[in-house]
Each structure stands twice: as C-alpha cells, then as structure tokens.
C-alpha cells in the first residue's frame, strides 16, 4: 500500500485528496515555485517568470527573457543599412514605422545628412509615426483590458486598429512588416486622397475612444484590477531607466519628442501626459491620452505637409529613378552598387533615438565605411521595462501579473532584440 | 554624438627629420610623409598609405603604359597632372590626390569613360567586382551631361577556345595585351582603328589560345573578356573566396577557390611572388570540375555500398592475409597532400613494411615551357618523396609493384604500370576521393576529401610547402584521407592516432627535418567577395 501511495505521489507531484490525513487538509504552509510562460497566454511574447509564491501572493520572482532571441544586432552586421530595415519592423512590430525612422536617423546622422531630408518626407515620417504609436496603444490598451475580462473593448480597440493598418497598407504595401522609410527620406508617397481616408479615420477612432474609456474608466472591476497595482514612484522610474508611457506614468515628464526634438515635432503642438501613481490605471490612462494627442499630431501634420520630394537629392543614398537606370549606365552602376554593395556610410559611431511606441528607442552604430555597420546596438525601451517587472509584480497577486505585464507592455522582438 | 576620428596629421617636426636612407626616398602625400624604396611608383607609394587612387590601366604584375589617365594627380612645382602609375617618387616630392584639379580630373575622365559604356550590369559577368563600377561609385556618383547614342560595337567575339570579347564593354586599358606578352610571351591581342571606333582584337586569322590566356579576363577592369568556363554560370558578388594551392601540376601556384552552396565555380589566381606572381595557367583553372565528377561518395566492398565499420573491418581483413605473409604494398599518391601521405606512410612503417611504393599521373614533356606549366602534373611527388626519405621507407615507382605482392593498399585512384587483371586478382583496397580508373578491381574503396574538401599542405616541385584550406565539405560520407588511415589503423590494433591534421602536421614537422620551423596556419575564414571590393 505504501509503495502505491507514494507512487501516486510522485505521478501527481502531491498526495491525492483521500490519502492526506486531517492535518494536512489545510493549505500547505510552504513556498511553492511555478513556472508561468514561456508559452502563456498572459505572457505578452515569449518570456518566462519561475514564481515563488505564498499561496496566490508572489514572494520572489525570477523573469527570464530571451526565448525569442532574434540576432537583430548580429545580423546587422552582415546585412547592408537598407537590408536592416526589415529587420527594425520585426523589432516592436506593432510600432514598426517608428522602428523604421529610428534606423534611418542614425545612418543619416552618421552621414551628416539628417538637417538636409526633405521637409515633406520628415512630415510623412511624423504622420507614418504617430499612427503607429496609435496602434502600438490601441493593441496594448485593448489587450490588456481583454485579459482582465472586457472582451468588448479589446474588439472595438482593434477595430481602429485595422482601419489604421489597412491605411499603412496603402502607403507601404505591407500591413504590418512596412519597411518604408529610407535612408533619406521614405520609399514613396503617400498615396492619393490619403488625408480624407486619415482625417475620417481619425474621427473614427475618436468615437471608438469614447465608447471604450466609456466602458473602462469608472468600470469597478477593471479600476479594482488596475489602481494601485504594480505601482512605481519616481526615482525607482528614473534608476532603472524607464522611458515612455510607463515612466510618464510615474511623474516623469520625459518624451524624445520633447526634450530632444527630432523630425518637424518643434512644428506641432502636443502635451505629454504624465501621471501621479505610477500604476497600471496610471499607464492606462497616460496610453489613452497619448492616443488623443497622437491624432491631434496627426491633423496638424496633415494640415501642414508641404509638397516636394519624398528623397533626399544626394546620390550617395537616394536611388536613380527607375527610368534612368534602365536607361542610363551611370544609373545603372549607382543602383547596383546601392543594392549589391550597400549605402556608404563614413567611418564613425553615433547614437540616434526617437519617441517609440514603448519609449526611447535608441539605435546605436559604429560603422567602418562599408556599407555594412560594424556593430549595431538597439536600445530597447521594453528590455529595460521588463527588468523592471520582478520588483513590480513583487507581493501582488497571480492574478496581478496579467495585467502589471499587459502595461509593461514588453513586445518580445524588441525585448530580445 | 558623432565621434570620428580625424585622419592622423603629418606632424611637422621642428628639428631636423630623420635622415633618409641612402635606398630610400621621403615623400609627402596628401599631408602624410612616406619613405619608400627608391624606384617606386607614386600609386604604390600612396597604397602603403592605404590612398587608393583610382587606375584602370595599372596593374602591378603588369608593364605600365599610363594609357587610362584615371590615376592622374597633382604634384607641387609640377605644372600639369602626372599619372601617378608612371611618375617615380623623388625625394621632397609633394604629392596631392583630393585636391580640386585631380578631383576634377577623375570625375570628367570617368565620365569618358562611360560615355559609350553599355547598360550591361545585370547581364554582365564581372557586376559586383567591377573596378569600373567601384571607381565611378566612389570617384564620380554624377549624371552623365552628354546625350548622344553610345557607339555600337560587336558583342559576344568568340576570340579563342576559352574566351569570349565584348567590345563594346571594353575601355581600352590594354591590360589584356600586357598579360599575353607577359605570361605566355604571345602577343595574341592588339588594338585595331581609332578615337570612338577603336576595339580590341585578335589579328587577323589568329585566336587568343594561349596557356595563359585566362589571366586576360582576371585583369580586365569591366566584363570585356569573359570566361567561357564561367559565363552566366554564378554572379560573383554571391561567391565566397577561400585560400588554396593548385593541384594541375607541380608548380603549386597559389589560388582563390571561389565556391557557393557547396560546390567550386572557378578558380582564380592569388598573388605569391615566390611562385607564380598574378598568373596561373588555364588547365589548372579547369581542374575544379574534377570536384564534382565520378566522386566516390561513399564505402564500397566489392563493389557494394557499405557503412564505414563495416568498410573497415574488411579492408582490415583483406589486408591481414598479405600483411601477415610480407606479400603486402602500400602505395602512397603524389596527387594527396603531405598529411594524407604522412598519415598512410606512419601506417605502413608501423606494419613494419621498408619499402613503399608511389603513385602519380604520368608527366606531360610538351607542357613544360619554362613558365609556370611543368611536366609533372602531380602536385606533391617532392612531398612524397621528402616523407618516405624521413621515415626511412625505399620509394618505388608504382610500375616495379613486386610481383610477389598479394595485398595492396593504395592511395588515390591512379597506379600507372599495374595491370588491371593483376589489381583485380590482388587483395586490393583503395583510398580513392573518385570512382574511376583502378577503383573499379578493388576489394575494399574508401571514400576520402578531395584537394578542396580538406586542410593539408602540398609541397612544390621547388621544396615549398604550402596551405590549402577547406572550401567546403566532402561529398557523402567521405572523410579525410589521413582520418580513413586513423580508423585503419585502429581496426588492425596499431598504436596510431589523429584528431586534426593539424596534428599530423606537427608529426611530420618532427620528422621531416626540411620542414621543423614550419608552423600551421589558422584556418581562412572564407571571403565574401560581395564584401570584397573590386577584383579587376
């Protein structure tokens, strides 16, 4: 009898219900380590946390990324810069466009061309931007009010998120994996009667808005699920380098955008919203606002954008027309040499860093004047977000898990780089 | 922030410079102070500084001509531009290649240059390691200001056995001519008419089909002269290079293996001063399609596919008979690297056998000529000869095989002077990379590397000892020869082992003792050559 007990034991990793004796009917006093993700549907990604937990409270946590190792740093090394493009939307690809202009800017700035792209490629790469900051909220919002039971708004939210990405369809082909910006400038233009279709998507999304922050915002069960949990203060933001919504939602009032303005930014108005708590409805409430302004950005941008090229005129990194390299030997070697060999970039190091969807997305590059960087450094606001995810899920509960990683919002391309 | 570093600046030094010697010659160039040998070139001058002025014409293995005029630069107190390929350093010399005039100067001369230059590249052969593509990319990057039809030319001119000539492609450097006259002393190609209508020819009635011929299409700065060989075959950019010596002959000159998914698309020469300079000859360049033919792929015995262990075991057993009554040979292969060879001889002494035979491509007295082609066509009987004297083993031509021999263990699959009737009645087993030729009698064929699939070394007929690296791995199950011998000897009981020919290599460094001070080079990373630059 003893030898089947206890082989049953081991099959169930505990005793079965009729073999425990009365005292130890109550719940066990020891610690408990489980494993959640790295397959989890809360995990947003491929991450895993081994859990030790007192009952349902978590007592230590150990949060172990990179199952979604991507090289994204090593393969740049052997890709030219126009080939990483590609690879930058695969980064966050919920925000890829945003992604895209970081990594033009920093081979622009390594050429020293980054004050001569042309006015009307700048707005569009605003424009391109800022819509992709809406679906970056939009996704992360939707998604984390679906895992705390509103299923409705997760559907609305992504709702406007395909009007949106059927938009980006038609100015980059590509809905989701765009690749359109360029090294000085963008691809093509946007194409016609793209500010109509916007501006009433816009409305669109503004009446989404509406209905959703009406479901959410004075809902108890989500304020009860959200208020108070997974809470920062300041300095612990700022110490371990927290950027964007999530340290907006702590009280620091730090956005590229603003402090160190980059594009045509300096010709728009926004506000930057920052919160008081620095919990999860603070990170909320912060990624909503962002969303209005967003599209106040927008109608701005497309009142603003002037005509003229979309490429910078310098041969170095603007591709001949089609026309003229099929009928032109100069043309012709110049677009073989772009596409075989890569745009030249002269030798140096810099750092170059936009307002991504999740914060300071920073690409850093030291290059040896082929057309190949020699190293490249991708500084990704999730991989410092989710550093910080141990000591904010620390003494909460399981069920808080879900929804303090929903506003971490860590996107594992980015993360793992 | 951008941090570039600024190009060091020559310092002026407030006392007096030091001294130039009595050989030497002290030059500035764009700011930076050079001593160079006496006699030098400013263009080589400026390439020690890492300044790569731009040349069409030049080529360093070459006479120079200072036709192109791409290389034009300014030198102080001179009036006018001076090729920089022909304009001998002297001392004080102050050389200037980034100012305005010579800037100029490259720009409109490319701009010539690609006035009737036709809108090839995608079709082109040489796309990718053109010199003219990179010279106008890094030199010129403008548009063309004129607009007249480009002059029409002949395309595709079967000028000869290998090569085919595309004039219009052609900018008249005459580095094809230079190579005839240097590398095979035929002057097969000259120039024909003038200004816009001048073309490159063959004279009258005559074909460029010299051994060398090929050189021509390495130099050629555009895709004018391509190979017939490797015409439309692989774009080069895709290739990758890795260092190797050739195997046609026993020259040994030095080679790129230019190889993709596995397989060797061509060879090329690399440069080695002490043995081939810039050239090789066009039979060695084609003995890379020996790699993928008739290759044996994997273990047979009697003439059934088998698993190496079993394979072993009965090469083994086939053996044991002989071995065990002295009625046995080893035969070692002057086509096998020295490792390949050193390995198989260790085993045969270890057997206690005193004598052993060698193995080789009958030589070809018509091919020798006093350049680079010589009679034998085995690359490593100097080699061969050098281990069996070291491990004090009598070396006979294979032809004296002693007709009391019942055993045979050989390497490679020729063996000259030994009748096929004989083989087949001969406990014969074989360490054979094809399937040709002798193989077919023997009992037992191991399948090994050929040239390219392994590392080793080969020894010239001059002595020299020289690396191949591997440019990609064997076919099927095949292994390295000296590894087959590892697994021989293991399966008769003989106290023998390698993990790495870098090992062997050490062992025969030991006992060879020509060779003690020779050291094994780190393994070549192969060369992308889409990284590569120009090759022209």
Partial sequence: MADAQSLRQLVL?????????????????????????PSHPAMHGTVRIVLTVDGEKVVKSDVQPGYLHRCFEKESEHATYTQIFPYTDRLNYVSPMINNVGWAMVAEKLMGIGKDIPKRAEYIRVIVSEMSRITDHLTCVGASAMELGAFGPFLFFLKGREWLYELLETVSGARLTHTY?????????????????LTHTLNEIEKVMVEVEGLLNANKI??????????????????????????????????????????????????VPVGTHGDCLDRYLVRVEEIKQSIRILRQCLKQIPDGRIMIDDPRCALPPKVDTYNTIESMIRHFKHIVDGIKVPAGETYAFVEGGNGELGFFVVADGTGRPYKAYVRSPSFVHLSTAGQLIHNHLIADIVPIFGMINMIGGECDK | MSTTTPPPQATPTPDAPPPTPPDKVTLVIDGHSIQVPKGTNVLEAAKLLGIDISAFCYHPGLPIVAQCRQCLVSIEKNPKLQPSCQQIVGEGMVVHTTDPQSTLARKQLLEFTLLNHPI??????????????????????ADSRVDTPKVEKDKAVDLGPHIVLDQERCILCSRCIRTCDETSGQ??????????????????????????????VDVCPVGALTSK????????????????????????????????????????PRHNPNVNAYWMCDEGRFTYHDLREERLAGATVEGLPAGWDRAIKAAADQLAVGRSAGQFAVVLSALASNEDNFALASLAKA??????YVAGKPPVPARADGRLRVADINPNHAGVKAIAEALGLQLKPSFELDPAIRGVLALGDVMPGVEGDRLASLAYVVLTSHERGPVKHAKVALPIAAWAECAGTVTNNKGLVQRMHAAFPPPGQALAAWEVVVR?????????????????????CAAVPAWKELTWAREARPLALRFAGSRG
Avoid at chain 1, 181 to 197: M, Q, T, W, Y
Avoid at chain 1, 239 to 266: E, N, W
Avoid at chain 2, 351 to 356: A, D, L, M, P, R
């Fill in chain 1, 13 to 37: 990793g505990r005793k079965d219900v009729q073999d425990l004796s009365d005292n130890e009917t109550e719940l066990p006093p020891d610690l408990m380590t489980v494993n959640m993700g």
């Fill in chain 1, 181 to 197: 910006v360029r090294v000085g400038g963008v691809n093509k233009d946007l194409p016609a009667g793209f500010s109509d279709k």
């Fill in chain 1, 222 to 271: 989500f304020r009860d699920r959200m208020a108070g949990i997974g809470a920062m203060t300041r300095e612990d933001a700022i110490a371990t380098g927290c950027v964007g919504p999530i340290a907006r939602a702590c009280g620091v009032d730090y956005d590229v955008r603003k402090d160190y303005p980059y594009s045509i930014y300096p010709e728009v108005e926004f506000d």
């Fill in chain 2, 120 to 141: 090839d590249c995608p079709i082109c052969d040489k796309a990718g390691e053109c010199t003219l593509q990179k010279l106008y990319f890094e030199h010129d990057n």
């Fill in chain 2, 187 to 216: 002057h097969q190609l000259d120039f024909a008419h003038r200004g816009d209508h001048e073309v490159l020819t063959t004279p009258p009635g005559e074909k460029l089909d010299n051994p060398y011929s090929l050189n021509t």
């Fill in chain 2, 229 to 268: 060989d490797f015409r439309f075959t692989m774009r080069a950019w895709e290739l990758d290079a890795t260092p190797s010596v050739c195997n046609g002959c026993a020259t040994g000159c030095n080679i790129e293996i230019h190889h993709k998914n596995e397989r060797a698309w061509r060879l090329v």
């Fill in chain 2, 351 to 356: 057997w206690g056998v005193t004598h052993v």
């Fill in chain 2, 488 to 508: 021989l000897a293991q399966a008769t009981g003989t106290k023998l082992s390698w993990t790495h020919a870098r090992e062997v290599f050490k062992d025969m």
